[in-house]
């Protein structure tokens, strides 16, 4: 109870602000018990609710819900160009992407490079710049993560186990808790060897032109 209409309250929920009307003469408000007490038991004792009390209370009042407020988050991985099929030989190719200069890095925030493997996107490796060698044939993608060290502890990254899919579920772009940034498109290559025969990822060798030569494009997550 207070004698302005403000309340501050510490829970999440629904809360509905009343107005009582009333001469301490004739109602002692000292029978209210804070939790216990209803407004509907108020209300029964006024002249209003079938009582004897005559005193006033608005009893639909303003109703107010208290919800949590969406995390502002500023950090923004930008975007990545460098994205290509790749002829490979069968052996390590260097992918490398360009950033396109429209990151966002708040103060305490720091920028890794992640690659990941596949269309489910499993993280096999990471770095500070945007270049990484590839053995394999298939499908690779070089991803930009801006972020926290306070609040996102990459330690929980298992190479060859955790996927891109799996970060971004963490973060309030991918409907998380945590303020980071994952450029979720990427920059995406498609390595083939057309006389490698068929690689540790299943990619069968083939002509160059049925293989070489094709941009690939990764859906977001």
Known sequence: MNTVPEFEVSALGTYTIHTLVY???????SIVQLG???GFDVNGLLVQGGGSICASLDVP???TTAVECPLDCDANAGTLSGGA???GDGNAVTLTATPNGDAIVPAGYQTVY???QGAGLTIVNAGPNPSFDVTDDGLDTIHTLVYDPATLDLSIVQLGVTTGFDVNGLLVQGGGSICASLDVPGAAFNVAS???GTSDRGVHGSLPGERCGHLVRHGQW
């Open 194 to 196: 057309p006389n490698a």
């Open 36 to 38: 216990v007490t209803t």
């Open 85 to 87: 099929s790749i002829c």
């Open 61 to 63: 009042g303003a109703v």
């Open 114 to 116: 992640v690659l990941t």
């Open 23 to 29: 001469d301490p003469a004739t109602l002692d408000l």
